[in-house]
């Protein structure tokens, strides 16, 4: 078994996360990093006060993974702060707010105030959407919910594609937040049922549109021990399969656009380029690598103030003429929550796509 305190107490301190860390960027506090975060397990364990700083910023932290991508002595830098909030939460010390959440996901099948009831409004009555296939489309809260957009233009392009999916009708929240706060027996619980749902409706192909859904119903699920007998497709990937084939074809343009990249998908960049520049855009990139938008795992509900700063490095990087083009519907959320006048064009590739395409 890994030993989690071991790995914590190999820190070299040789600050590369905190040049990557948007938390350290956006405060410049010394309490809000990394390596801070990961110094408090022994003490989290043995259940000793923490001072609000401290407890602040275990919670301070989207969990994006740039911290671990720098560590030259791969410390599991995420992992440790996910097993810090597991115990804070099995110690009844967790924010209010991440409890609540945590529950509404459990209790509602969604993170925020949505009703589930209204999962599927954005469903309208050109969409060509299958009773039974063995591909089915799941949205995701925040397509579903705030982007329905995203929703929409995916299913008119597999439409375009000859491709006919069924929607998930008991779909859920994929529990990613459950995941990110430590509540890892609830998740654990939470997937099974669900994958046994999609399975029990004969699907062979989950598209999604969400990173965050593909990465855990595709990748998170089996380590909680429900692996899916179905593939989990991101849309990005299928979309640039059909067009490689001749089966969307879209048309060519001229134009910049500034990318946003998803942090779930870091290590994964090269699709939507592709997908871009088949559009016939060049591409203005907004930061070396991968800067999270600061709104995942409970910090922009928790301390939004902070996750607004985060987001604004990508607003202040973006050339003002230029339409900021997301690959993921909560960043695209949060960017547009927190925007000033005028507000700047934001799109999801998908919805691009569409508009070369359809």
């Known amino acids: 078994m890994i030993n989690l305190q071991e790995l914590a107490d190999s820190c070299i301190e040789c600050n590369k996360c905190l040049d990557v860390c948007p938390v350290t960027k956006v405060t410049g506090n010394d309490s809000f990093t990394p390596r801070a975060k990961i110094s408090l397990l022994d003490r989290i364990e043995a259940g000793k006060e923490l001072t609000e700083d401290e407890m602040n910023n275990v919670y301070l932290s989207t969990r994006c993974g740039a911290c671990d991508d720098v560590c030259p002595v791969d410390i599991p830098i995420t992992d440790i ?26 209790v509602n099948n969604v993170p925020g105030h949505m009703d589930d009831a209204h999962r599927f409004d954005w469903v309208t009555n050109d969409l060509e959407i299958a009773e039974k296939s063995e591909i089915a489309y799941m949205g995701g809260c925040w397509a579903s919910f705030a982007q329905p957009e995203i929703a929409r233009s995916t299913i008119q392009l597999l439409n375009a594609a000859d491709i006919r999916p069924m929607l998930l ?14 509540h890892l027996d609830e998740a654990a619980e939470h997937a099974r049922k669900y994958v046994d749902y999609i399975e029990s409706q004969g699907i062979k192909k989950l598209v999604v549109s969400c990173p965050g859904c593909y990465e855990v119903i595709g990748k998170e699920y089996a ?11 991101f849309s990005l990937d299928l979309f640039s399969e059909l067009v490689s084939k001749g089966r969307l074809q879209p048309r060519k343009t001229t134009g910049t656009v500034s990318l946003r990249d998803a942090c779930p998908m870091r290590k994964e960049k090269n699709v939507p380029r592709q997908l871009i520049s088949a559009m016939g855009y060049s591409i203005e990139e907004l930061f070396e690598g991968t800067v999270c938008c600061g709104a995942p795992a409970g910090v922009k509900p928790n301390f939004p103030e902070i996750s607004g700063k985060i987001a604004n490095l990508t607003l202040e ?6 339409t900021l083009v997301s690959y993921c519907p909560f960043c695209q959320y949060h960017l547009e929550s927190v925007s000033g006048e005028p507000k700047p064009a934001i799109k999801d590739l998908s919805t691009l796509l569409a508009e070369q395409t359809l």
């Open 169 to 182: 009708e008991e779909e859920k929240c994929c529990g990613l937040f459950l995941i990110d706060n430590g």
């Open 81 to 106: 702060i996910q097993r810090e909030r597991q115990l804070l939460a099995e110690q009844g010390r967790e924010p209010e707010k991440t409890g609540k959440i945590c529950q509404n996901i459990l």
């Open 223 to 233: 380590k909680l021990g429900r692996k899916p007998e179905f593939e989990v497709v």
């Open 317 to 322: 990087n973006l050339q003002e003429k230029n």
